[in-house]
């Protein structure tokens, strides 16, 4: 029987794949069977006090008998996605699935946003998307193989207030999926968004530590569930959409809440 799941032999580069939901695709992807290029920035995971979370990472990868890099490039300055698409390949060949897993958020009230919050975020979720599409896609249409997923967020469909610029590229990063799906599913690119809902990551760990304020959140981002995800509970999303099983799936934006993106009754 063929299996569908397997990732052997073909090679992904996860964006932000050092921590988080980025970290747990990569392993998953590892244990099918990929060898996994694992982009990070290395200011960002200092300043979350994981300096060494991508080398873990990686390291964890090759335990598992795959290939593994480590990638480092700055998404916000200019040429950064098309940096680490060029390291990523030439450390471990031709690339055939692109996950764009990194992004910044500011919860900041919308009148109160800087120039610069507006800048980062416009270069890190939207402009560094552009530029890892333009350098991935060309050799997986030549090749006819390929799997493109961008992770979106609830944000998508339900903005959360203070994050309207973050929920506002979301937006537009699915609408560019979409669009690039329909030119590049006749070459066996397919090309798909994941949007998860609440889920424990690195990036709310500060808002964790007051759990009643958590649980507060919970209760509201993630009624239905009445918990948030954890990362892993990402990746059956992502392999379904990553590996040979998607090879008639193209330009779904699939919800992964756990209902929260359902209407409330």
């Given amino acids: 029987m063929h299996d569908w799941f397997s990732m052997k032999g073909r090679t992904a580069l996860i964006t ?122 060309p050799s997986m249409q030549a090749r006819k193989w390929g799997r493109v997923l961008t992770v979106g967020s609830i944000n998508q469909d339900r903005p959360a207030p203070d994050l309207a610029v973050y929920a506002a590229l979301k937006s537009a990063q699915l609408n560019l999926c979409i669009n690039l799906a329909r030119q590049y599913a006749p070459y066996n690119v397919m090309i798909n968004n994941l949007a998860p809902g609440l889920v424990e990551t690195v990036r709310n760990l500060s808002q964790r530590e007051d759990i009643d304020n958590w649980k507060k959140l919970e209760a509201t981002a993630a009624a239905l569930m009445g918990r948030a995800a954890q990362a892993d509970e990402m990746v059956g999303a992502a392999l379904l959409l990553c590996s040979e099983a998607a090879s008639y799936i193209a330009g779904v934006d699939l919800m992964v809440t756990g209902a929260a993106h359902l209407p409330r009754t």
Avoid: W, Y
Avoid at 91 to 104: K, N, Q, R, T
Avoid at 106 to 118: H, K, Q, V
Avoid at 121 to 126: G, L, S, T
């Fill in 16 to 137: 932000g794949g050092s921590m988080s939901i980025g970290r747990s695709i990569a392993l998953c992807f590892a244990d099918h069977g990929a060898s996994v290029a694992i982009h990070h920035s290395a200011a960002a995971d200092t300043r979350v006090g994981l300096p060494d979370a991508a080398r873990t990472t990686a390291e964890e990868i090759r335990s598992r008998g795959v290939k593994a890099c480590v990638v480092e490039s700055d998404l916000a300055r200019e040429g950064g996605g098309r940096r680490a698409h060029e390291l990523a390949q030439a450390e471990l060949g031709p690339i055939d699935v692109l996950v764009v897993c990194a992004s910044i958020q500011f919860r900041t009230p919308f009148l109160e946003l800087t120039s610069d919050e507006i800048a980062r975020q416009v270069a890190v979720n939207f402009n560094a998307t552009i530029e890892l599409l333009q350098a991935a896609l």
